[in-house]
C-alpha cells in the first residue's frame, strides 16, 4: 500500500491504495463535570462489553504487581481496539507485551545512565500538554548528529520518552494518548537512521497499541517523504488519520504555524515554533525535577529484536552450523571411502604382481 501526501501550506489528505483517509477531521475532547471519573466502559456496546468482561477473567492468573498495574481496565480496552475486540488476539498481543516488559523493565531506563549521550542531544523530549491534555512528545530529528551512538541506544532512548509520556497520562480523565510534534527543520540525510525509526514503528504497533493521539510534522522536507514511502505502507487507516503535515509561513523573519495552534495553545508552544513559551531542552534541567529511578536489580543488555526474531536467528545460526558439520561428515566420508578404494587398488595391484611372480619361478 503506497502513500503519498500534498505537500501544500496544510496538506489535509493521504491517499492510500485502499481509500483517501481526512486527516484534519479531530475526535472531541472528553469534558467532564467537576470530580467526575471518567468511565472508559460507556459508550461500549453489547459485544464490546462482553469481550472486555472475557479479557479480564482471562487476565485474572497475574501475581506480579507491576503487571497487575499495568492491566487496567483503560489496558484492556487499548488492546481490544487495536484487534477489533478479538479476545484470543488481544489476550496474546498484551501477554506479549508483558513479558517484554518483564524482560526489558522499560519503567527502569535511567536518562542518567546509558543513553546520557543520546539524551542530552535533545532529540526526543516530553514538554506541556496538547489542548485535549494530551502529553506532547516532541522530535527534533536536526539533533541527532552522534554518529558513534548505536541504533539500540537510540531505540531505548526514545522508549525512555515514551514511558515519560505515559507516566503524564491520567486514566481518571480519560487521557491515555499523546501528541506527537516532528520538527524537520534543518534535516538533513545524516540525520536520517532508518533502522530505529521501523524498529520505533514496530515497537509502537506491538507494546503500545492505541497510545499515539496526534502526530504533527513539521516542514518536512523531500527527503522526509522517501522515508514516509518506506514507513507508510506499515500503518493502518486509523492511524494515517491521526496523522498531519504542516508546513512553516514566515513572519518578520519567524517561523509560525496556523494550523499547529489548532493542537497546542500558544502559551505551551515553544517560540521556535511561533508560540510564547521560552523553553529549550536541559537534560540536567529535566532530571532535576524528573529524577532517574532507582534501580536495585543489575543492569540489561536492552535490545530491539523481539525474542521470535532472536530465536529464528538463533535456529538459523544452528541450522547453518548443522549444515557445516554435516557437509564436513560428508568430507570426510568421502575422504574414507577414496583411501579404501587407493588401499584396495594397492592391495590388488600387490596381489597381481604377486601373482606374475610366482608364474614366473614356475617357468625357470
Not at 50 to 71: Q, R, V
Not at 260 to 280: A, F, K, M
Request: aromatic share 10%; proline share 4%.
Amino acid at each position: 500500500m503506497e502513500s503519498t501526501a500534498s505537500t501544500s501550506d496544510s496538506a489535509s489528505t493521504i491517499t492510500t491504495g485502499l481509500s483517501e483517509v481526512n486527516i484534519n477531521q479531530q475526535s472531541p475532547p472528553i469534558i467532564l463535570k467537576e470530580g467526575e471519573i471518567f468511565d472508559p466502559l460507556k459508550n461500549l456496546n453489547e459485544k464490546q462489553l462482553e469481550a472486555f468482561k472475557e479479557i479480564k477473567s482471562n487476565f485474572s492468573d497475574l501475581t506480579d504487581p507491576t503487571d497487575i498495574a499495568f492491566c487496567t481496565d483503560m489496558c484492556f480496552l487499548r488492546y481490544l481496539r487495536a484487534r477489533n475486540y478479538i479476545v484470543s488476539k488481544s489476550e496474546k498481543m498484551l501477554r506479549d507485551t508483558l513479558e517484554w516488559r518483564k524482560k526489558f523493565r522499560p519503567q527502569d531506563i535511567q536518562l542518567g545512565g546509558d543513553i546520557r549521550e543520546i539524551g542530552s542531544a535533545g532529540c526526543v523530549y516530553v514538554n506541556k500538554r496538547d489542548k485535549k491534555g494530551r502529553p506532547i512528545i516532541f522530535a527534533v530529528p536536526r539533533n541527532d548528529t552522534l554518529k558513534n551512538v548505536p541504533s539500540e541506544l537510540k531505540f531505548k532512548n526514545l522508549v525512555y520518552w515514551l514511558e515519560q509520556g505515559f507516566s503524564r497520562m491520567d486514566d481518571s480523565k480519560g487521557i491515555e494518548q499523546f501528541c506527537f510534534i516532528v520538527d524537520y527543520k534543518d534535516f538533513g540525510s545524516g540525520n536520517m537512521d532508518m533502522k530505529t525509526n521501523l524498529e520505533a514503528m514496530h515497537f509502537l504497533l506491538d507494546h503500545c497499541p492505541e497510545r499515539m493521539g496526534q502526530s504533527l510534522f513539521l516542514d518536512p522536507p523531500a527527503l522526509f517523504w522517501f522515508a514516509w514511502k518506506i514507513i507508510s505502507p506499515f500503518l493502518n487507516e486509523v492511524t494515517l488519520s491521526k496523522v498531519r503535515f504542516i508546513n512553516s509561513k514566515k513572519v518578520d523573519g519567524k517561523r509560525t504555524f496556523a494550523e499547529l495552534l489548532e493542537y497546542v495553545d500558544i502559551e505551551n508552544l515553544e517560540q521556535n515554533l511561533g508560540g510564547n513559551l521560552d523553553y529549550n531542552y536541559n537534560i540536567d534541567e529535566y532530571l532535576k525535577e524528573n529524577p532517574d529511578p532507582i534501580v536495585d536489580t543489575p543492569p540489561i543488555t536492552f535490545s530491539t529484536e523481539t525474542d521470535s526474531k532472536k530465536q529464528k536467528k538463533e535456529k538459523k545460526k544452528e541450522d547453518k552450523e548443522k549444515r557445516k558439520e554435516e557437509k564436513e561428515k560428508k568430507k570426510e566420508e568421502k575422504e574414507e571411502k577414496k583411501k579404501e578404494k587407493e588401499e584396495k587398488k594397492k592391495l590388488k595391484k600387490e596381489a597381481s604382481f604377486t601373482k606374475q611372480q610366482e608364474n614366473a619361478d614356475e617357468v625357470d
